[in-house]
T-cell receptor
Framework: GQNIDQPTEMTATEGAIVQINCTYQ??????LFWYQQHAGEAPTFLSY??LDGLEEKGRFSSFLSRSKGYSYLLLKELQMKDSASYLC??????????WGAGTKLIIKP | GAVVSQHPSWVICKSGTSVKIECRSL??????MFWYRQFPKQSLMLMAT?????????EQGVEKDKFLINHASLTLSTLTVTSAHPEDSSFYIC????????????FGPGTRLTVL
């Protein structure tokens, strides 16, 4: 079956760094997305990885290891506005996004 | 960047009525659009894949006669919730991949439906 595993909730301090891990099992693989979703809003795109390694984009970086079925999202210099849910979503062989429940990130001053 | 819009942003209706939600790709053509539903504190659930010029593909457990999808043009897909009931109250979100690259998927802002 297809499965996404992320921590349900994480707490971090403003200005710090946090890493959100994701392990996945899918039928085929065509890359992995990370999305940010604020409460009551639609997801917004953060990153896409299809090859192994680290992709850096400003304060956010995303890492992928296809052999391990593992990815992480790294957020640096945390700001209060980063409080949101972070969704790891791999793309399966049918090019469908597989969604987990996401990780709720709480930023404290 | 690419923009996908949805209309309306929110709607309240009486039980038994039908509600139409529009999803538009504003600056690119989308031969495929995806419709999701999200209940509070739950993950997005894919309801159906909308294909321009052909019938939509529904996920298992989604009633195609209740959730009518029409992809009439390369920039517009509509989802009609027919004979809505309170249990249909949810957050409905569409997304569209730009071109043939599914690595560029853009989400609409969502439509919050409340059925009284």
């Amino acid at each position: 079956g297809q499965n996404i595993d992320q921590p349900t909730e994480m707490t971090a301090t403003e200005g710090a760094i946090v890493q959100i891990n994701c392990t996945y099992q899918t039928s085929g693989f065509n890359g992995l997305f990370w999305y940010q979703q604020h409460a009551g809003e639609a997801p917004t795109f953060l990153s896409y990885n299809v090859l192994d390694g680290l992709e850096e984009k400003g304060r956010f970086s995303s890492f992928l290891s296809r052999s391990k079925g593992y990815s992480y999202l790294l957020l640096k210099e945390l700001q209060m506005k980063d409080s949101a849910s972070y969704l790891c979503a791999p793309l399966d062989s049918n090019y469908q996004l597989i969604w987990g429940a996401g990780t709720k990130l709480i930023i404290k001053p | 960047g690419a923009v996908v819009s949805q209309h309306p942003s929110w709607v309240i209706c009486k039980s038994g009525t039908s509600v139409k939600i529009e999803c538009r790709s504003l600056d690119f053509q989308a031969t495929t659009m995806f419709w999701y539903r999200q209940f509070p504190k739950q993950s997005l659930m894919l309801m159906a894949t909308s294909n321009e010029g052909s019938k939509a593909t529904y996920e298992q457990g989604v009633e195609k006669d209740k959730f009518l999808i029409n992809h009439a043009s390369l920039t517009l897909s509509t989802l009609t919730v027919t004979s809505a009931h309170p249990e249909d109250s949810s957050f409905y979100i569409c997304s569209a991949p730009r071109g043939g690259d599914y690595n560029e998927q853009f989400f609409g802002p969502g439509t919050r439906l409340t059925v009284l």
